[in-house]
């Protein structure tokens, strides 16, 4: 026989008053308001990203004011004493009935935020780094505060670990984990958002421009020429192009360092570097010689 021992609610210290306080349509509810108040334990996490006190004291005061009787746990990382989360016999349902009248009727309805919601996805295929970066940095810039909560698994060309991301509006993280691929290990990326407003397919069609190609348009040994600007390094966008010029080059390898190509100059550049490495494999970038 199961029983419901207790709802833990974990919380998020730097943006949790913004989402308490979000005015919604008449007859919606707050959705963060209510995890609150049916909490039985509630993980005030990510407390080093709010370092004054007394801001912290003022958003335990907030949500002692929405549920006086969850004990409330400071944390980083969600990292609590395990004996204060399990075994708490805590659940009470007449305390939320008194909250809730039509809690167990499962006919009731709830009128919830339509614009909240979330897009998933996992595919084959590697991904370019550079191209990727740029994807995020551009999400998080435009659309952070309504990303609620994003994280994925990605696949980048180029390297054997694994690329993880993860984010809360605009705090982002992300980098090359631990775990690398296995060689029978399909190369599958898998990321999903959470918020409001989401353009799905836009979101969708954006990851999927940063993929690679399955081929390249030139091997290894092979001459063409490549843009470099005038500081001697290549564009770092097609549509950034500056004053620069087109040299004659050699690759060296495929996919070094997640770009498409390493090349050689036949001459060394003004700090007596004859590598560069191009961005992408396009003609904005890389041309057979004439």
Known sequence: MYKLDGICTVIDAKHIIQHLDEEKPEGVENESVEQVAFADRILLNKVDLVPNVE???????????????????RCQQSQVDPKNLINLRAFDLDRVLQMDPGFLDVDAEHEHDASVSSVSSKFMGELSITKLNTW??????????DLFRYKGVLAVKGYEQKFVFQGVHMIFNGSFSDMTWKADEPRESRF????RNLDKEGLMAGLMDCKVPDVLRFT?????????NSDGGPQTCSAEKEEGEWKKVKILKLWDSGDPYCVELEVPDAEGKKKKWVREDTDEFVRALE
């Open 55 to 73: 801001e912290l004291d003022a958003i335990e005061a907030k949500l002692k004011g929405i549920n006086s009787q969850a004990p409330i746990f």
């Open 136 to 145: 995020i940095g551009d999400q998080v810039m435009a659309k952070g505060t």
């Open 192 to 195: 999903v958002f959470i918020g």
């Open 220 to 228: 290894e040994g092979t001459e063409v020429r490549v843009w470099l």
